[in-house]
C-alpha cells in the first residue's frame, strides 16, 4: 500500500494503473477508520482492481469549530489497518494541497439540503460538495462507495453526479452496527465510558418507531413518542427525529407500501453529535 499527500504523486500512481486497463475504486473517508469503512474498501476489492482510500477532515463542510478540532485525526492507524484489507494507496492530503486558495464556489442542492442535517449545519452540505467533486476530479475513479449512515450525504451526492455529469459508479453500502446496535460512527471514539453504555438508546427509539409504524401509527404520532422517548433519558439532547421519504428526504403524513420510507434522527451526547437512520 502507498500513502500519498501531494496530488500529482497520486494523479502519477493512477495513470501508471490505467495504463494497465485496470479499474479504480474510491473510498472517501475523514479517517478515523471502522469496521464500517473496511467494509467499503473490501467492496471496492471485490469490484475494482485498484482501490483509494482518502483520508482528509475537510474543514469546510464544518459548522462548528470546537467539532472540527475535536474530530479524531489517527492517520498511523488507519494506515495500519487499511493495508491488510487489502486498500492499494491512501491519499491524505494537507488543507493547503487541497484548498491553495479558499474555496468560494457555492453549491445548493435544493429541497436535499434544507431538512435534518442540512437545516441543522448550514452549509454543510455546500463542504461535502466541493470536497467530493474535487477528489472525483483528482481520482477519476470508475466507482466510489459511502456508507448509508449518512443518507442524506449520499442523497447529496447522488444528486451531484448527476448534475455534474460524473461518470462514476454510486455504491452506497449498509450502515454496520456495534452489538449493542449503536451505528459505527468515528465519532464514537468521543464518547465517555457512561455515555458509551447508553448511546445504544438511539437504536432502541429506531427500532421503536418502526414497530409502530408498521403497525399502523401516523408518523405524526411515531414522532411526539419519539421525542417521550429522549425526554426519559436526559443525557440526550433530541436534534431531530424525522420520518421522510427515502428519496426525496422531505417528510410524510403517511406509510406508502410504493415508496421507501426512511427514519433519520440526530442526537447529542455530552459533547458528541450521533446521526442514525434506518430505510424499509
Do not use: W
Request: negative net charge; glycine residues 6%.
Amino acid at each position: 500500500m502507498q500513502v500519498f499527500h501531494s496530488i500529482a504523486d497520486l494523479r502519477l500512481f493512477l495513470k501508471n494503473q490505467r495504463q494497465q486497463a485496470k479499474t479504480v475504486g474510491l473510498v472517501p473517508t475523514m479517517g478515523a477508520l471502522h469496521e464500517g469503512h473496511l467494509s467499503l474498501i473490501e467492496a471496492s476489492r471485490e469490484q475494482n482492481d485498484v482501490t483509494v482510500c482518502s483520508i482528509f477532515v475537510n474543514p469546510i463542510q464544518f459548522n462548528n469549530p470546537d467539532d472540527l478540532a475535536r474530530y479524531p485525526r489517527t492517520l498511523d492507524a488507519d494506515c495500519a489497518i487499511l493495508a491488510p484489507a487489502g486498500c492499494d494507496a491512501v491519499f491524505a492530503p494537507s488543507v493547503e494541497e487541497m484548498y491553495p486558495e479558499k474555496a468560494s464556489l457555492k453549491f445548493d442542492f435544493g429541497d436535499l439540503e434544507r431538512v435534518m442535517e442540512g437545516k441543522f449545519r448550514p452549509g454543510h452540505f455546500n463542504g461535502v460538495g466541493i470536497v467530493v467533486s474535487k477528489l472525483f476530479n483528482i481520482v477519476q475513479p470508475d466507482r466510489t462507495y459511502f456508507g448509508q449512515k449518512d443518507l442524506q450525504q449520499v442523497a447529496v451526492v447522488r444528486r451531484m453526479m448527476i448534475d455534474l455529469g460524473f461518470q462514476i459508479e454510486l455504491h452506497p453500502r449498509p450502515t454496520l452496527r456495534e452489538s449493542d446496535g449503536l451505528a459505527m460512527s468515528s465519532r464514537n471514539r468521543n464518547l465517555t465510558s457512561d455515555e458509551r453504555a447508553i448511546a445504544p438508546h438511539i437504536f432502541e427509539g429506531l427500532n421503536l418507531a418502526k414497530a409502530q409504524l408498521l403497525e399502523g401509527q401516523k408518523p405524526t404520532e411515531v414522532k411526539a413518542m419519539i421525542e417521550q422517548h429522549f425526554s426519559k433519558e436526559p443525557a440526550f439532547r433530541l436534534e431531530y427525529f424525522e420520518i421522510v421519504n427515502a428519496n426525496t428526504l422531505q417528510s410524510v403524513d403517511e406509510i406508502q407500501a410504493t415508496n421507501q420510507t426512511a427514519m433519520c434522527i440526530a442526537a447529542h451526547l455530552g459533547k458528541v453529535r450521533l446521526i442514525d437512520n434506518f430505510v424499509f
